[in-house]
């Protein structure tokens, strides 16, 4: 007989997008929280993205009564980031800032902790992780505050790295900002096909630097999402 674990049931969930069915799960069996987690390292990069998005939904029910049990779980994800945990999660600064951006007033000491990420890492993760931290600023968005002076050079910079998800992340996370301004006077992304996979409405799509320059320029509602 197959045993079916809760990660396999999870997986199964993610795959049909029944995030608020995960979400329910998660009041009752805490444990969910930590199957997400090792669900965003998942074969296929649809599955991690809703293991993110699921983690926010499930992180908002749980702390309507058990506050302190979120923020330990932002405190694994943040330590996850590190070498010291023996295994780096990349999709750590996702994570901690999907659940930022849904309880800014609980969590709002973890935003300067997204905010300036990118500008801790090692030189070496930076590669690995710049555009899941670019992502990570643009979902803070307007909370980032007086933080995003700090950053603007690390995401401008993110504009001329030679990988088109790093391109494609820092224009997208530049509208998130309202910092759609920075791309005047760069009609080069304008025709950038880099191609770049974008999360949005639970599907990965996929698109390019050059569509995203043009969203963020021209659609002023986006700077809002």
């Known amino acids: 007989m197959v045993r079916i674990t809760l990660k ?16 329910e799960m ?9 199957a997400l987690i090792s669900l965003t390292y998942d074969q296929h990069p649809q599955i991690c993205w809703r293991a993110v998005e699921a983690q926010g939904l499930a992180s908002v029910r749980i702390a ?24 780096i999660c990349w ?12 309880m800014p007033t609980l969590y709002g000491e973890y935003i300067p902790i997204v905010v300036t990420l990118i500008l801790e890492l090692a030189e070496e993760d930076l590669e690995h992780f ?23 050079p690390a995401i401008a910079a993110a504009l001329e790295d030679p990988n088109p998800q790093s391109r494609g992340m820092a224009v997208w996370c530049l509208g998130q900002l ?17 191609p770049v996979d974008f999360y949005e409405d639970r599907v ?9 320059a043009g969203r963020m320029t021209t659609d002023d509602s986006l700077l809002k999402a």
């Open 8 to 23: 396999d049931t999870l997986r199964q969930l993610l795959d049909q997008g029944q995030l608020e069915q995960i979400a």
């Open 26 to 34: 998660a009041v009752a069996k805490r444990r969910v929280l930590k």
């Open 64 to 87: 309507k009564d058990d506050p302190a049990y979120i923020r330990e779980h932002l405190r694994r994800l943040f330590w996850l980031i590190t070498e010291e945990s023996g295994g």
């Open 91 to 102: 999709r750590a600064p996702e994570a901690i800032a999907e659940v930022v951006h849904h």
């Open 130 to 152: 710049r555009p899941g931290a670019l992502w990570a600023i643009g979902r803070v968005g307007t909370l980032a505050g007086d933080h995003v002076p700090e950053v603007m």
């Open 178 to 194: 309202g910092q759609a301004a920075a791309l005047t006077g760069r009609p080069d992304l304008l025709s950038d096909e880099g």
């Open 204 to 212: 990965l799509k996929q698109t390019t630097v050059a569509q995203l």
